[in-house]
């Protein structure tokens, strides 16, 4: 009954590498996100995107890109990862224009970069 | 002031009580309103989800939005440990993008 799958659950890089974190999603949802996840800050977005190779930023891009070259599959790019980029990374999707964008999360990349 | 505000907790009750979680907000334009429920080291999952004000009831969960107070709740009866998570809430103006509160920690005490 998986839904929202993010391949890796935790990831441990070190400073300067390039981290991939995949998302797929089988809903056939038009929209998927990627959030990062702190203690006492909350969610916080970082890209979305409505449509297949389209993408808008969120209210933290620094640092980050995305790639969505198909339509059940979202990937967040950090390009030169850096310490304050350790983080829970919440993937979610959502089926467009239902009234409310009500999402679906996967269970989360948990990423610690030294 | 924030746009929406969630007392983070950490609330501990004992198992059986009634439990209630809240959110206040500042943006009258907002119509849906949801409740996210968070286990440790899982992803958020969709608990409750209403459209503009009144009540809304599944099973031993209501959610509860009073739009003018910009105020909304979530009452668990008979509370249970498993019922121990994050709670967050969450609130969007039509398919915009959605703001959510920062979460308050329940731990439903056997």
């Known amino acids: 009954d998986v839904k929202v799958t993010q391949s890796s659950r935790y990831l441990v890089k070190r400073t300067g590498e390039k981290v991939f974190l995949e998302c797929v999603q089988d809903m056939d949802h038009e929209n998927m996100f990627w959030y990062r996840q702190d203690p006492g800050l909350g969610l916080r977005l970082i890209y979305f995107?409505?449509?297949?190779?389209?993408?808008e930023k969120g209210d933290i891009p620094e640092g980050y890109s995305v790639s969505r070259e198909k339509k059940e599959r979202f990937s967040l790019i950090l390009e030169s990862a850096s310490t304050n980029q350790t983080s829970m990374y919440l993937c979610?999707?959502?089926?467009?224009?239902?009234?409310?964008?009500?999402?679906?999360f996967g269970a989360g990349s948990r990423l610690t970069v030294l | 002031q924030k746009e929406v505000e969630q007392d983070p907790g950490p609330l501990s009750v004992p198992e059986g009580a009634i439990v209630s979680l809240n959110c206040t907000y500042s943006n009258s334009a907002f119509q849906y309103f949801m409740w996210y429920r968070q286990y440790s080291r899982k992803g958020p999952e969709l608990l409750m989800y209403?459209?503009?004000?009144g009540n809304k009831e599944d099973g031993r969960f209501t959610a509860q939005v009073d739009k003018s107070s910009k105020y909304i709740s979530l009452f668990i009866r008979d509370s249970q440990p498993s019922d121990s998570a994050t709670y967050l809430c969450a609130m969007s103006v039509g398919d915009d993008k959605i703001i959510f509160g920062k979460g308050t920690r329940l731990h439903i005490l056997p």
């Open positions: 209403t459209y503009s004000s």
């Open positions: 979610a999707s959502s089926l467009a224009k239902t009234g409310a964008n009500v999402l679906t």
């Open positions: 995107s409505y449509d297949v190779k389209m993408k």
